[in-house]
C-alpha cells in the first residue's frame, strides 16, 4: 500500500460533501480484463484444459485466489494456487509490458481529480506488482493512495479495501464515490457504504439504492460525483 499524499491534505479542496474517490482498476481505468482472460486460457492450455468461456463472468473482478481456485476446481488441472497465482501475474507482467490501454475518459477524469485536489485511491484486487506496473501508465501523481488485494485479509467483495482506503484518507465512507466495473467490486464498495458509480465492463449490472449505472468513464467528471454525494442529504 503506498501513499503520496500527507493525511492533513486528504480533504477536498473545495470543501464539498464529497470527501473521497475511490478508483478499481482492470476494467474501470485500464483494458485489461480481457488481457487476464487471455492469460488465464494460455497458462491452462499449456497444462493441457481447454477454459469455457462461461467462465469469464465468474473469474472477472474477483480476487487473483479466488479466479484462480475456480479454475483449478473447474478443469482439474495438476497445479497447486500459490504456483498458478505467480504464474498468472507473470504471464500477466510480460503482457503489459509495454503498457496498457486506459478506458476512454480515464485520462480526463484523473486529471480533473488531481487538479481539483480530490483525494483519489486506487483500490484493486490486483497484487501489488501488478498495480505497481499498471501506473507506470496510469501515473502515480494522481493517486493518494493505492490498495491491493494481497494487502488486505479479505479483499474484494469483501468491503475492507475500501474501508481501509476511506480510513487512511480521513473519509467518512458515505462521503466516498466509488467507480468500478464488475458486480464483485460493487458489492465491496456498496458493503463499505460508499457511493457507487457502475461502469460495466463484461456482465452488466442493474442500477440500485445508492447506485448509478453509465455506459463509460465519458460520463463521469467531478460535477457528477459531486452530485452523487449532495444527492444523498
Not at 472477472?60 to 497465482?85: C, H, K, Q
Request: glycine content about 8%; proline content about 6%.
Amino acid at each position: 500500500m503506498t501513499s503520496t499524499v500527507p493525511a492533513s491534505l486528504t480533504r477536498a479542496s473545495d470543501g464539498s460533501a464529497l470527501q473521497a474517490v475511490f478508483l478499481d482498476m482492470d476494467g474501470t481505468l485500464v483494458d485489461t480484463e480481457g488481457f487476464w482472460w487471455d492469460v488465464e486460457a494460455a497458462v491452462f492450455r499449456e497444462l493441457g484444459h481447454e477454459l469455457d468461456e462461461s467462465w469469464r463472468d465468474i473469474v472477472v473482478g474477483g480476487p487473483m485466489t479466488r479466479s484462480a481456485g475456480y479454475l483449478i476446481e473447474a478443469t482439474g488441472a495438476d497445479i497447486t494456487l500459490p504456483e498458478l497465482t505467480t504464474l498468472l501475474n507473470d504471464r500477466f507482467e510480460e503482457r503489459i509490458d509495454d503498457g496498457v490501454p486506459l478506458m476512454p475518459g480515464a485520462a480526463r477524469l484523473l486529471a480533473e481529480l488531481t487538479e481539483h485536489a480530490v483525494p483519489t485511491a486506487l483500490v484493486s484486487a490486483s497484487h501489488r506488482r501488478i498495480i505497481d506496473r499498471v501506473l507506470c501508465s496510469l501515473g502515480a501523481d494522481h493517486f493518494t493512495l493505492t490498495v491491493a488485494g494481497d494487502e488486505v485479509t479479505r479483499t474484494k467483495p469483501h468491503p475492507d479495501p475500501y474501508l481501509l482506503a476511506a480510513r487512511r484518507v480521513g473519509a467518512d465512507p458515505a462521503r466516498c464515490a466509488v467507480v468500478e466495473d464488475t458486480a464483485t467490486g460493487v458489492a465491496a464498495a456498496e458493503a463499505a457504504g460508499c457511493r457507487v458509480v457502475a461502469v460495466p465492463s463484461l456482465a452488466p449490472i442493474a442500477p440500485a439504492e445508492g447506485r448509478v449505472v453509465v455506459g463509460s468513464l465519458e460520463e463521469v467528471d467531478l460535477r457528477f460525483l459531486r452530485a452523487l454525494i449532495t444527492g444523498m442529504d
